[in-house]
């Protein structure tokens, strides 16, 4: 079978307000049935030529395959699709989808997007200059879920993509959902990336001992390597998941699989505009950008966040690792849990002319680190930040709290050059031998034994 495996279940080329609404099940039963007696009736009145019946018999095998690879392409004024079944590739170029609604329950892992469902044959194939605008995607599945306005999974070379619309999961599984893309594994420098909607993602399980993973973007929900040039996301996530794994939800990438600055992510001139709420989770990464490893230049994020969990939360307002540049974030950041926080302002390790102004109000039964600019990293340099950290802690050894308003660096000393804070501090902790907090120095603001 080739490499790309592409299942279309509609065109709709002059129907203003496209609706698809499947039920993988009924629907392949009824194709099944009818295709049965298709062939049957074939093979009566062609009983010399039985052969004629082979493609039947192969599009009945595509029916009730495993998986339900939903692609919808219109009939656009401009654009093209080619698929070379021989080489395993294809090619989507200069595609417009505009008011596209789909609805899709199924069984099984679901791939859904308004230009194309599901590709994978790796840089060989190509997803250029495509365009999704107010698209309404609503997902049921008992199995993994990959959604985005213009794909569900591509694996191919991808540049000049943008969408808009409202985006809605519901799955039992692990759900890869972005507002362009839900997965991509290639390594692509994508240029003028847009997207403006509302994101939300529903992963109820019913047993604790069947966790999955939760990954949502902004832009993309899971991708390995990827540089991106000049973004724009205007949105709002929302995450409510019972008995999943680890939830990562960023404003612009759920989760990159790279691990160095070389490999992960690039960004150049970004901006993020939007809430970010989660709930009912165990461990949360979150992000106002990235979550993962990467470069960010010339990035902001602003917006509400709020979490809601039972375990460990690591939020950061630009990246989660490496270096981050002109960078800066206007947040109110809201975290409850019984374990163990981390937020940061700005990004775990490097940080250079950035700024943060906002608040963090953070609640755990456990440890706080807090930090108006960098965690536990190597340098901040001109950078300054305002606003306030207010914490409450509950466990009573030392170090359950640790804050600053500029660099944590409790375990090493991090080079601070020309940095300035003005964000008021005010820590709550049974145990007045548990912890530093100051400015840039570990200077207290106040500290209250209860």
Known sequence: MADVIIYIVGVFSKIPNATLSLKYQVCGVIVIVFSAVVIIMMVIRLKRKPLIVIPYLCAIVLLIGSS??????????KGTLTYDINAGKITIEN???????????????????AVLGYSENGSDSILGNCKADNVTINVTTEKDAYVGTISGKCIADISGISGSGNISVNTNKEAYVGGLIGCTSVESTINNAVFEGNIKVTSKIDSSTSISDIFVGGLFGYVNRLTINNANVSSNITVDCINTGDVAVGGLIGYSSAASVTDGIKVNKASVVGNITIENANNVIAAGLVT???????????????????????FVGISNGNSVEKSYVNSTILIETAGYISSIGITSNRAKNCYFNGTMELKSDYKVFASGILGEGDYAINCYSTGNINIIAGYKYTYSVVATGIAL???????????????????KNSNSDSYIIGRVSHRCDEFIIY
């Open 68 to 77: 339900a690879f939903m692609g919808i392409y219109a009939t656009p004024a």
């Open 409 to 427: 660096g409790y375990n090493s000393a991090p080079d601070i050059q020309n940095c300035f804070t003005d964000l008021c501090i005010v820590a």
């Open 292 to 314: 993962s490893s990467g470069k960010v230049t010339d990035a902001s994020y602003k917006g509400e966040v709020k979490i809601y969990a039972t375990d460990e939360v690591d």
């Open 95 to 113: 595609i417009e989808m505009i008011n596209i609604n789909i609805t899709a329950k199924a069984t099984t892992t679901i791939y859904v997007g």
